[in-house]
């Protein structure tokens, strides 16, 4: 089994979905903005502010940007649950005497606060990366293995140089997962135990 391995947050350890869409409709009403929040999750993996440029102009996306954050501890973190098999997969990792890294788009302190709700314990957690960002943070930490459940997140995998394990709990499919350079596919975290036992 691989001694570090690195996941992503949204959709691969926690089902954010319910979460993010209450701060969204939150911000929608006390901006005036119609933001169509279906969509919005049904996106999720790039950063917030690229999402954000989509509904407001471009001077006004720090500011949302900004307000997000400050509402999304209050009104996402409790309703948003693990995804199935997501502790059972970090205690396999560290059954096995490995380390857990957490790398994503998410804030490192919002990501910090999901795991802490819902008992999932990291060795690291990296946030504020995508593409580019999230490859150097898989190096950076040593990670031998990445999960994730965006392409982004296999492409980033294969251009650090290490196996990417797609999982089709967010709104890409296997053949999305794969085409990005996904090394293995599984339908959720509860089957990655035995795929890393293998490895």
């Known amino acids: 089994m691989a001694a570090v391995v690195g996941f992503d947050l949204d959709l691969t350890l926690v089902d954010s979905r319910p979460g993010i869409a209450a701060v969204w409709r939150r911000l929608a009403a006390e901006t005036g903005v119609a933001i169509d929040v279906a969509l919005v999750c049904g996106r999720l993996g790039p950063p917030l502010a690229d999402e954000m440029a989509a509904w407001f102009p471009a001077d006004e996306v720090p500011a949302a940007v900004d307000r997000y954050r400050a509402l999304y501890p209050h009104h996402a973190v409790d309703i948003s649950p693990a995804m199935p098999g997501a502790a059972e997969a970090l205690a396999a990792v560290r059954g096995a005497g490995g380390r857990v890294v957490v790398v994503t788009a998410k804030r490192a302190g919002l990501a910090a606060l999901h795991l802490a709700h819902?008992?999932?314990?990291?060795?690291?957690?990296?946030?504020?990366?995508?593409?580019?960002?999230?490859?150097?943070?898989?190096?950076?930490?040593?990670?031998?293995?990445?999960?994730?459940?965006?392409?982004?997140?296999?492409?980033?995998?294969?251009?650090?140089?290490?196996?990417?394990?797609?999982?089709?709990?967010?709104?890409?499919?296997?053949?999305?997962?794969?085409?990005?350079?996904?090394?293995?596919?599984?339908?959720?975290?509860?089957?990655?135990?035995?795929?890393?036992?293998?490895?």
């Not at 296999?154 to 650090?160: C, D, E, F, G």
């Open 118 to 199: 819902l008992g999932l314990a990291a060795d690291a957690v990296v946030g504020d990366r995508f593409g580019p960002g999230k490859t150097a943070a898989i190096r950076a930490q040593g990670v031998e293995v990445y999960v994730g459940d965006h392409p982004a997140d296999m492409a980033s995998a294969r251009a650090a140089g290490v196996p990417g394990v797609g999982v089709t709990t967010g709104s890409h499919d296997a053949a999305a997962l794969t085409g990005a350079g996904a090394a293995a596919v599984l339908d959720g975290l509860g089957a990655l135990p035995a795929w890393l036992a293998r490895g």
